[in-house]
C-alpha cells in the first residue's frame, strides 16, 4: 500500500519591536543574561503586564500578509505550566479568540501553485532559556531576557503533503516576514520555530490518521529531514501491523531521529482562561484599515510586477523576490541602468554565488547598486568583455570604488582594434604548433584551448567571440 | 486630645499650624505601637526609619502616618502578604498608591498583618501570628486586612491602606468599629497589589471616619497607566460630596441581605440606622437582588481559580522561600509550595485549578463568570430605582479566634454580604452604626452604583453623624 502524509505546522514568529510585550525592556539579543530584565518580566508580585502597541501592529500586520481575517475582538489568556524560564508559572498568550483567523499562503511545488492555508494567528510572549552547567557545573541558570519578547504562533491546516512543501512553505512565509519587517525570522536565531503535525493515510484516502507532534526543529536544514524521518517511521510501524500512538516528539538532530518526549496522556493540562490583568484587545477597523495600507508589496505581486514589467521569467522573478533586499537591490540597480534582462542576470547568478559564497544578506554585502549597475552597463556597451565584468566585480567586492574608473586605472578595456589582435593570435600560433596541427587535421575543437590562450595573453580584455573567427581565419589561411 | 487619636485631617490642621511636628506625630504612634501592639498584634513590620525619607513637604498627608496592608509592594520594606513563601521578600519598587502617598508626604510606618495572600476573614490564617480584635482580644478583627482595620480601631496608626477581594476590606473594618472603602473595580491602580484574584482586587483606605476616607481615597484613586484594567478618569476632591444633603435619595433594602443567617441584632442595629436617615428626608424602598444566593459559590469558583494562576509564580526559582532539600525540579517545586504555602491557600490553589481542568472549565469556571453577569445585572435593575443599598456589612459581630477556623464553610459565609458587590465591581463603605450587645461594633455596608463613591461620602457622612456609634480609645483599660 502506498501511503502519503499530512503535515501541519504551528509556527513562532519573533516580532522584533523594540520592547517586549508587555514591559518596556529592551528585546536586544545577545546581552549578558538577565540584563534586559525588569520587575514586570521577571514576575515580581504585583506587577502587571501592559500591552505594547508596537507589536500589535506587527502581529496584525503579519496577519494580514497571510491573507487573515482580522478579529474585531480578541482576547488575551493564561497558558498555566511550571518551567524555570517562564517567570510567572503562566504564558500570556491567545486561545479561543485569537487575533486573526482563516487566512493562506500560496507556495510554488512541484505540481504548481498550491495553497496552505492558515487556521489562526495569535500574539503572545516569549519565555526566558534554561542553561545547563557544562562539565562539573551542576546548575542550571535562568536567563530572562527573552522572556517577553512578542512572538506570533501561526497555524496552519493540514494542507502540506510532503517535507519539500514544508520546507517552501516556512521559506515563504520567512520571505514575508522579512518583506513587512515584523521578524527577520531566522530560524538558526530562533526568530523563527516550527513544531509540526504529522500523520500518514493510505494514498487518496480522505480520513486522518493519528498523529504525533514534532518539537524542536529548530534549523531550516532540519525540517525536510525530521519530517521525512517521521514519515518513513510512521508508515514502517504501520507496515508492521503497529498502531501510531499520539503523542509529542522531539527532533534529535545528532542522531537525525525523532524520539517520545510524552505521551498523550503526559500532556499538560495548561488550564487556559482569560487574562484578568488585560482587557480584551478591540482593533477598530481605522486602525486595521491604516495598517493594511502601510503594508509594502508583498513577494506573489512582486514578483507578477517583475514579469509584467521587466518581461523576466517567472524563475528568475521567483529568486529575486525571493528576499525583500535582493527585490529592491535589483530595482535600485535598474535606476542606474535600465537593462532588467542583463541586471537580473547578475544579480540572479553573480552576486548570488557570491553571496551565498561568503554566507552573508545582500545588505551585508560589499557592493551597492549603483557599483553593479555599472560594471553590467560596462559588460553590456562592450566596453568590457564578460569574463573582465566578472573579474572587476570582484575587485569592487573587495575594494570598492568606481567600476568605471578601475576599467580606466588597471586598463581593463576591451581590445577591439582587430591589428593589435592579430599580433597575439600570430603569436598563439606560433607558440602552440601542436594544437595548431590537430586542428588542421580535423579537430577543430581544440580551437578552444587557443582561444584561452589569447584570452590568457590579453587578460581576459579580448572579446572571446571576436579571437574565435580571427582564429579561425588564421587557420584556414594556414590550411591551404 | 492625645496625638495618637487625631484623624488625618484633625493631625494636618495641627501639623500646618505647627503646633506639632511630623517627628513629634510619629513618635507618639511608634510609643502607642510598643504599648498596644504586642496585645493587638496588627503589625507584621514597623518602620521606624521612615520618617526619615518623608519625600514631599508641602504634601497633603505630609507627615501622616499610614500603615499599610503587606500584600501592597513597598519598596525596600518588606512585603510578605502574610506568607511564609515571600517570608524576606523586599520589592525593589513601590505600588503605585505607595508613590502617591510618598508623593503627598505621608510616612509609611508599618506593614499590617493579614490572612495569607489576602484568603480568609479572620487574619487567622496569617504565617505568623493572629492579630486581635481591639474591641475584645479574645476576637478576630475580621480579615483579610485585619491588621490594617485593627492598627486604625486601636490608634496604632492615623490611617491604611487595605485590600478588598471578596469583603477584605469592609467586612475587618465592620468588626473593628472602623470605615472602609472598597472601590469601584478599575478607580485604584493595582500595580504593586500583590494579586489574589485579580479581576476583583481593589485596594483601598480604612479610616476613623468619613471624612478620612474620602481625603484619603482622592489621593489614592486615578488612572495608571501601569494597569491594564485603571479607569481612565482622574481622581478628584471627594470631600466636597461631605456635607451635601440626602433629602430625596432613594436607598434600597434587599431583602436577601437581611436573610442568609444574619445575626437578629445585627439586622436590628442596621435598620435602626435606615430608620435615622429616613428621618433626614431619604426615601427608603425594598429592592431584590434575587442572584445573591448564588453569589458565595460563584466568588470561590473565580477568586479561587485566578488565585491558582496568580500564585504559580511563587515556586522557589526567582525570589522567596525556597525549600532546601530536593531531588530535583518537580521535587523542588512540590516541597517549595507545601512548605511555603499555608492550609488555605494550598486548599484555594486547589479548587481553582479544578475549576479550570479541562472537562470542568465549562461546569465551573464558565458557568461562574455567566452567573457573575446576572449578578451584576441585579444590580442594574436595583439601581434604576435608587440611589445607594444599605445591608448589614457581615452576618455577625467579631467573632472569636479559633471559632470557625477548622470549617472553612462557616468562615466563607462570613463573607455572604460583601461579596456581590465585588463581583459587580461596585463601590461599597462600610459605616460603623452602633454597637450590639458584647458591646461589638456593628457595621453597615452602603453599596453605590459603578464610579458613584461620591455617594458613599455623601451618605455615610449623614449616616455618621446620626448613629450611636462613638469613636472610643480601645483596647480598654491600657
Not at chain 1, 156 to 175: M, N, Q
Request: aromatic share 8%; with cysteine; proline share 5%.
Amino acid at each position: 500500500m502506498e501511503f502519503e502524509a499530512v503535515i501541519g505546522l504551528e509556527v513562532h514568529v519573533q516580532l522584533n519591536t523594540d520592547s517586549k510585550i508587555f514591559c518596556s525592556c529592551s528585546t536586544a539579543f545577545g546581552n549578558p543574561p538577565n540584563t534586559n530584565v525588569c520587575p514586570i518580566c521577571l514576575g515580581m508580585p504585583g506587577t502587571l503586564p501592559v500591552l505594547n502597541v508596537k507589536a500589535v501592529e506587527y502581529a496584525v500586520k503579519a496577519a494580514l500578509a497571510l491573507n487573515c481575517r482580522i478579529n474585531d475582538i480578541s482576547v488575551f489568556a493564561r497558558k498555566n505550566y511550571f518551567y524555570p524560564d517562564l517567570p510567572k508559572g503562566y504564558q500570556i498568550s491567545q486561545y479561543d479568540k485569537p487575533l486573526a483567523t482563516n487566512g493562506y499562503v500560496l507556495i510554488e511545488t512541484k505540481g504548481g501553485q498550491k495553497r496552505i492555508r492558515i487556521k489562526r494567528v495569535h500574539v503572545e510572549e516569549d519565555a526566558g532559556k534554561n542553561v545547563h552547567g557544562e562539565g562539573n557545573d551542576p546548575y542550571s541558570y535562568v536567563d530572562l531576557n527573552r522572556a517577553g519578547v512578542p512572538l506570533i504562533e501561526i497555524v496552519t491546516e493540514p494542507d502540506i503533503s510532503t517535507p519539500e512543501e514544508a520546507r517552501v512553505f516556512l521559506t515563504k512565509l520567512r520571505t514575508i516576514m522579512r518583506y513587512l519587517g515584523v521578524s527577520n525570522a531566522d530560524m538558526e536565531k530562533g526568530e523563527l520555530r516550527c513544531d509540526a503535525n504529522v500523520s500518514i493515510r493510505p494514498k487518496g484516502s480522505n480520513e486522518l490518521g493519528v498523529k504525533t507532534e514534532i518539537k524542536n526543529i529548530n534549523s531550516f536544514k532540519f525540517v525536510a529531514k525530521a519530517l521525512e524521518y517521521e514519515i518513513e517511521r510512521q508508515i514502517l510501524v504501520i507496515k508492521a501491523g503497529g498502531r501510531i500512538e499520539q503523542e509529542t516528539r522531539l527532533w534529535n538532530a545528532s542522531l537525525g531521529i525523532t524520539e517520545t518526549m510524552r505521551k498523550k496522556e503526559m500532556e499538560h493540562d495548561y488550564r487556559y482562561f482569560p487574562d484578568p490583568d488585560l482587557m480584551p484587545l478591540v482593533l477598530k477597523p481605522e486602525m486595521i484599515e491604516k495598517w493594511k495600507k502601510e503594508l509594502p508589496e508583498l513577494p506573489d505581486k512582486r514578483k507578477a510586477r517583475f514579469m509584467e514589467d521587466y518581461g523576466l521569467s517567472s524563475y528568475d522573478s521567483e529568486v529575486l523576490t525571493s528576499e525583500k533586499a535582493i527585490a529592491d537591490f535589483f530595482e535600485s540597480a535598474l535606476k542606474f541602468y535600465n537593462n532588467p534582462t542583463a541586471i537580473a542576470n547578475w544579480v540572479t547568478v553573480e552576486l548570488m554565488s557570491r553571496l551565498n559564497r561568503e554566507g552573508i544578506e545582500i545588505v551585508d554585502a560589499p557592493i551597492e547598486a549603483w557599483q553593479l549597475a555599472k560594471i553590467v552597463k560596462l559588460v553590456e556597451e562592450n566596453v568590457i568583455t564578460g569574463r573582465v565584468g566578472k573579474e572587476l566585480l570582484d575587485i569592487v567586492w573587495k575594494e570598492g570604488g568606481d567600476p568605471e574608473e578601475i576599467v580606466k586605472k588597471r586598463d581593463m578595456i576591451q581590445i577591439s582594434d582587430a591589428s593589435s589582435l592579430e599580433v597575439v593570435v600570430d603569436e598563439v600560433i606560433k607558440e602552440c604548433p601542436a594544437e595548431v596541427e590537430k586542428y588542421l587535421s580535423g579537430k577543430t575543437k581544440v580551437i578552444g584551448y587557443l582561444v584561452g590562450q589569447v584570452m590568457k595573453k590579453t587578460r581576459g580584455r579580448a572579446n572571446p567571440q571576436f579571437v574565435t573567427e580571427l582564429l579561425e581565419k588564421k587557420l584556414s589561411e594556414l590550411k591551404r | 486630645m492625645e496625638l495618637h487619636r487625631l484623624t488625618i485631617l484633625e493631625a494636618r490642621n495641627l501639623l500646618e499650624k505647627g503646633e506639632i511636628s511630623p517627628s513629634e506625630l510619629f513618635g507618639a504612634f511608634l510609643a502607642r505601637i510598643e504599648k498596644v501592639d504586642p496585645l493587638i498584634k496588627a503589625y507584621i513590620t514597623i518602620c521606624e526609619k521612615e520618617i526619615e525619607d518623608i519625600v514631599e513637604k508641602r504634601g497633603k498627608l505630609y507627615g501622616i502616618p499610614i500603615a499599610v496592608k503587606d500584600n501592597i509592594c513597598t519598596r525596600s520594606i518588606r512585603t510578605t502578604c502574610g506568607s511564609r513563601i515571600l517570608e524576606n521578600f523586599i520589592p525593589p519598587y513601590d505600588a503605585t498608591v505607595i508613590s502617591k502617598l510618598k508623593k503627598e508626604g505621608a510616612v509609611i510606618i508599618g506593614k499590617t498583618n493579614m490572612d495569607e495572600f489576602a484568603m480568609g476573614s479572620s487574619t487567622e490564617n496569617s504565617a505568623f501570628f493572629a492579630t486581635r480584635n481591639p474591641w475584645d482580644l479574645e476576637r478576630v478583627p475580621g480579615g483579610s486586612s485585619g491588621g490594617s482595620a485593627a492598627s486604625v480601631a486601636a490608634d496604632l496608626c492615623v490611617a491604611s491602606l487595605g485590600s478588598d477581594t471578596g469583603g477584605s476590606i469592609r467586612q475587618p473594618a465592620s468588626f473593628c468599629g472602623v470605615v472602609g472603602l472598597k472601590p469601584t473595580y478599575g478607580r485604584v491602580s493595582r500595580f504593586g497589589l500583590v494579586a489574589f484574584a485579580s479581576s476583583l482586587d481593589q485596594i483601598g483606605p480604612i479610616t476613623k471616619d468619613v471624612a478620612d476616607c474620602a481625603y484619603l481615597f482622592s489621593i489614592i484613586s486615578g488612572f495608571d497607566p501601569l494597569d491594564s484594567t485603571s479607569y481612565p478618569i482622574e481622581s478628584e476632591d471627594f470631600t466636597k460630596y461631605l456635607g451635601r444633603g440626602v433629602k430625596n435619595l432613594r436607598v434600597g433594602i434587599p431583602e436577601e441581605y437581611f436573610a442568609l443567617g444574619v445575626d437578629r441584632e445585627v439586622k436590628e442595629v442596621v435598620l435602626r440606622a435606615v430608620e435615622l436617615l429616613s428621618g433626614e428626608g431619604v426615601e427608603v424602598l425594598e429592592v431584590k437582588l434575587p442572584h445573591t444566593e448564588y453569589a458565595i459559590a460563584t466568588y470561590y469558583i473565580i477568586a479561587s481559580a485566578e488565585a491558582s494562576s496568580n500564585l504559580e509564580r511563587y515556586d522557589g526559582v526567582k525570589y522567596g522561600f525556597r525549600v532546601g532539600d530536593y531531588r530535583n525540579l518537580d521535587d523542588m517545586y512540590v516541597k517549595t509550595r507545601t512548605f511555603g504555602f499555608g492550609k488555605e491557600v494550598k486548599r484555594r490553589i486547589m479548587m481553582g485549578t479544578f475549576s479550570l481542568a479541562t472537562g470542568y472549565y465549562d461546569a465551573y469556571f464558565l458557568r461562574a463568570s455567566k452567573i457573575r453577569a446576572l449578578i451584576k445585572r441585579d444590580f442594574d435593575e436595583a439601581f434604576r430605582k435608587v440611589d445607594v443599598i444599605i445591608t448589614p456589612t457581615a452576618p455577625t459581630t467579631a467573632f472569636k479566634l479559633g471559632e470557625k477556623l477548622e470549617d472553612p464553610l462557616t468562615m466563607y459565609m462570613s463573607d455572604v454580604l460583601t461579596v456581590p458587590s465585588s463581583l459587580a465591581g461596585l463601590p461599597a463603605m462600610n459605616l460603623p452604626c452602633g454597637l450590639d450587645s458584647n458591646n461589638l461594633p456593628v457595621g453597615l455596608q452602603i453599596i453605590a452604583p459603578l464610579f458613584r463613591e461620591d455617594l458613599l461620602f455623601t451618605v455615610g457622612y449623614v449616616l455618621e453623624s446620626l448613629v450611636p456609634f462613638e469613636r472610643k480609645e480601645v483596647p480598654l483599660g491600657v
